[in-house]
């Protein structure tokens, strides 16, 4: 099960890849992918937006970077006898709590604005690793789904919140 898995990712990739590889890229695209970064990530501290942009989104990007993976650790090492293959499950928990809260953003940021939903996600964000303080010692399903469920919502929400917010 767990190599069919990889085997259809892999395809899938490389089929992703292939379509992309096709797409036209307009002659503006390719005069500025030409010119130097340098000066324009200089320019892009000037400016204030875009300033908050990028401080906005490198604190999302790490809290997911130093939240989420946690999940899968404490699993592995926190229980005994958790397979690759459940383990492939509960990241498959995260990745449908990603899709499923992507369409719930939408609406909530329409609704309320991107700065709350942000904060609102990153708050969820935290919660997987306050789920693992509290985890009872044996194995059970109806916790440990919990953590990737949340880790899921919260890293991918703060960052669609994020899009919207700077759109």
């Given at each position: 099960?767990l ?8 395809m899938?990739?490389f ?32 400016i ?5 942009q990028i401080?906005?989104?490198f ?7 130093m ?11 926190g229980?005994?006898?958790?397979s ?12 449908g709590g990603?899709?499923?809260v992507?369409?719930?953003v ?6 309320t ?9 990153y ?13 009872p ?13 949340l ?9 669609l ?6 759109l």
């Open positions: 099960m190599t069919f898995i990889i085997i259809a990712g892999s899938l990739g089929t992703s890849v292939y379509f992309m590889y096709h797409v036209d890229e307009s002659e503006a695209m390719r005069i500025s992918a030409k010119q130097p970064i340098w000066e324009e990530l200089k320019r892009s501290f000037t204030k937006a875009r300033r908050q401080y906005v989104n604190v999302v990007n790490f809290a997911t970077a939240t989420v993976p946690i999940s899968m650790v404490a699993l592995k090492e229980y005994e006898n958790i690759d293959n459940q383990a492939l499950f509960f990241s498959l928990l995260q990745f990603a899709v499923c992507s369409y719930v939408r609406i909530l940021c329409d609704e604005g991107p700065k709350p939903i942000v904060q609102l996600c708050a969820v964000m935290l919660l997987p690793c306050v789920l693992w303080i509290f985890s010692l044996e194995f059970t399903w109806n916790f440990a789904i919990w953590p990737f469920i880790g899921g919502i919260g890293s991918t929400g703060a960052l919140a994020c899009v919207q917010y700077f």
